[in-house]
């Protein structure tokens, strides 16, 4: 069967109390039905596997609370994978541990190959939600307020549970948003572009960027504006050139003094203690001139050899889906001829090896080994690009020592040149107005030198603003452009499931006159409501049927059209809480059969029941046994 990504299907789930398994029981592609009395535990098993796929649950049965770890065996996008959580009355924000393979695999595993991620993402390690949409191929997406989307988050819109308002389409939480539903729902349907979320976080990062430098150039030209007029460093060229000459002239008359002075007086002592105190420090600013370079070259090395390594680590990730896809058709290759000799080939076709050869082959293990790669291969990427992001933090720094070493050589290096000239003596009556004059110009020089910095700054900020304007006036016309291919694939999947769940209502039993033919199906996730021809009271049954239609039918739409990115799964719990009768379940038990068959690709649908449609009572659609309040889901006897 075709899979459109993404797609998840629940493969098995066990549940244990300490180290005993009080629940063990496989699932399957499809409709499945956990059918029982009332009270007799199905809704812990949707609860169960809500929360091991990363919900949050604070509703606690009194038996589920006597379990102490839930087990699933999930297949994600055809890749096997092992989901671990232990049960907490507290219910959110519990950490899970993933295995990159079956649930007998992860069984003889060593705990090594198992890894925990956090409910919430760290500066070095990625959420399980993350982990968990990075195998599905679901973007990152961020809301403004409330930080990364989770798989709690993706789930409300997933399990249509029996405990929330039927008037509601999320599951109800605590402190429930409108913009997180929206941002949700907009992502389900397809409308939400990774592309967005990229640009909005480069546009608000390079406009805190822009702020700071524009600051930085108005207290700059705040201080140099008006000072000196025509601040450039054409300018600061110009005056330092005439400085430099007139100081060389002023130099040569020094020597000159000095050189008559010691040829006229014999007894005047010369010292060269002053050279060598200013060699010394030439030498040792020289030294760390080429540390720090050397430092830069080997940091420039590290980080180039670190982008080449994420790139390959991207393009590993990249790598191995496109071999999960790969692994999904490799049975279906066939050779009509020998490639060696051209002979026809004949004999039976080999199930699970190769028809040629006969090498046996195990796509499952082979996809559970990708899956395994995927999360160690992501892991690696966040934690190296943490690392690359201290390596360039160093690199500036370096920079910046260099560029202060520079000036402090340069400026050592000029009073070695002028010392070096001629040896100074201790008498300096006659030499007083030349050195003055000397240092004046050689202050002056150096002024010049800070004026240069600060223009080079200036006009480094500047270009850096406008490209920085450029970038991000490029950024939010791209977004527009974005979000107006979003509207538009939003009002698409608007349309199709409103017409799936049409067809639904038009297939229920004659209870709800607006039911019997809808015009018009209206619902938004933002407002969290759904209406038949603007319409919303309805009964209470009737409103369990609109709301469990509003599941079936996002779902059927998925599973026609690829551009959702909704995972083609749902659940939906038993309406006999709800007020619908037994023939009117049934019925819907019907449709939910009739979706399930219409759909050309892989799905699962989970469905509890006490008042099972005859017709399904058959091991292709069942999970377990039928369970009742002496025999109840989960093993556990109640004293």
Not at 102 to 131: T, V
């Amino acid at each position: 069967m075709m899979r459109y990504e993404p797609t998840l299907i629940v493969t098995r789930m066990v549940i244990y109390r300490s180290d005993k398994i009080v629940y063990d029981a496989a699932f399957h592609a499809g409709v499945n039905i956990v059918r029982g009395e009332n009270s007799s535990g199905k809704s812990t098993v949707l609860n169960f596997i809500f929360y091991g796929l990363g919900g949050d649950l604070t509703d606690w049965s009194t038996v589920a609370r006597l379990c102490s770890r839930v087990v699933l065996e999930v297949s994600l996008n055809g890749k096997k994978a092992t989901l671990s959580r232990d049960v907490s009355e507290a219910g959110t924000m519990q950490p899970m541990e993933i295995f990159g393979g079956s649930y007998l695999d992860s069984i003889k595993a060593p705990r090594s190959q198992w890894i925990k991620y956090p409910y919430r993402s760290g500066e070095n390690r990625e959420s399980f939600s993350q982990a968990i949409f990075g195998l599905l191929g679901i973007p990152e997406v961020s809301s403004d307020l409330s930080g990364h989307i989770t798989m709690h988050q993706i789930l409300r819109l997933l399990y249509a549970d029996q405990l929330s308002p039927v008037e509601q389409l999320f599951r109800a939480v605590p402190f429930d948003r409108a913009d997180l539903r929206d941002t949700v729902g907009r992502l389900l349907c397809g409308a939400y572009d990774s592309a967005v979320y990229d640009n909005e976080q480069k546009i608000r990062e390079l406009s805190k960027e822009f702020d700071t430098i524009n600051g930085q150039l108005r207290s700059l030209f705040s201080v140099l504006g008006k000072a000196d007029q025509g601040f450039t460093l054409e300018w600061i060229d110009a005056q330092r050139t005439s400085l430099e000459q007139e100081q060389a002239a002023t130099q040569r008359l020094i020597e000159e003094a000095e050189q008559k002075l010691y040829t006229s007086t014999k007894n005047d002592k010369l010292t060269l203690s002053q050279q060598e105190n200013v060699y010394k420090a030439v030498q040792a600013l020289q030294s760390e001139l080429i540390r720090l370079k050397q430092d830069r070259d080997a940091l420039a090395l590290t980080i180039a050899d670190s982008n080449a390594f994420l790139a390959a680590l991207k393009n590993k990730i990249e790598a191995l889906r496109d071999s999960s896809a790969v692994v999904d058709h490799i049975g279906e290759v066939r050779f009509q001829c020998c490639p060696a000799c051209y002979s026809p080939i004949d004999g039976e076709l080999a199930k699970h090896a190769c028809h040629l050869c006969k090498t046996p082959f195990e796509s499952e293990q082979t996809r559970s080994r990708i899956a395994a790669l995927i999360l160690d291969t992501s892991l690696q990427i966040r934690q190296s690009t943490l690392l690359q992001s201290r390596r360039e933090d160093r690199a500036r720094t370096v920079d910046q020592e260099i560029r202060d070493t520079e000036t402090k050589w340069k400026d050592a290096s000029r009073r070695l040149s002028a010392l070096q000239s001629l040896p100074s003596t201790n008498d300096r009556g006659k030499l007083r107005d030349l050195h003055r004059r000397s240092g004046y110009l050689q202050r002056q020089i150096e002024d010049l030198d800070q004026k240069a910095q600060l223009a080079a700054t200036v006009r480094q900020l500047s270009d850096r603003k406008s490209e920085l304007q450029a970038t991000i006036t490029k950024l939010r016309n791209t977004n527009d452009t974005l979000r107006a291919q979003q509207a538009s694939t939003l009002a698409k999947a608007y349309t199709l499931i409103a017409d799936e769940v049409k067809k639904l209502l038009v297939q229920d039993l004659r209870r709800q006159d607006v039911f019997e033919d809808p015009r018009s199906v209206n619902f938004t996730f933002e407002g969290n409501q759904i209406t038949v021809d603007n319409e919303s009271y309805f009964s209470a049954s009737s409103r369990t049927i609109l709301r469990s239609s509003f599941f079936l039918g996002f779902l059927a739409a998925a599973t026609k059209n690829p551009f959702f990115r909704h995972p083609r799964f749902c659940m939906i719990d038993s309406h006999e809480n709800m007020g619908v009768e037994a023939i009117r379940s049934q019925n819907f038990q019907l449709q939910i059969l009739r979706v399930s068959k219409e759909s050309k690709v892989e799905h699962q649908i989970i469905f509890a029941t006490a008042m099972i449609e005859p017709e399904l009572e058959d091991e292709a659609y069942t999970v377990g046994a039928f369970s009742t309040n002496v025999d109840k889901t989960i093993g556990i006897k109640l004293d």
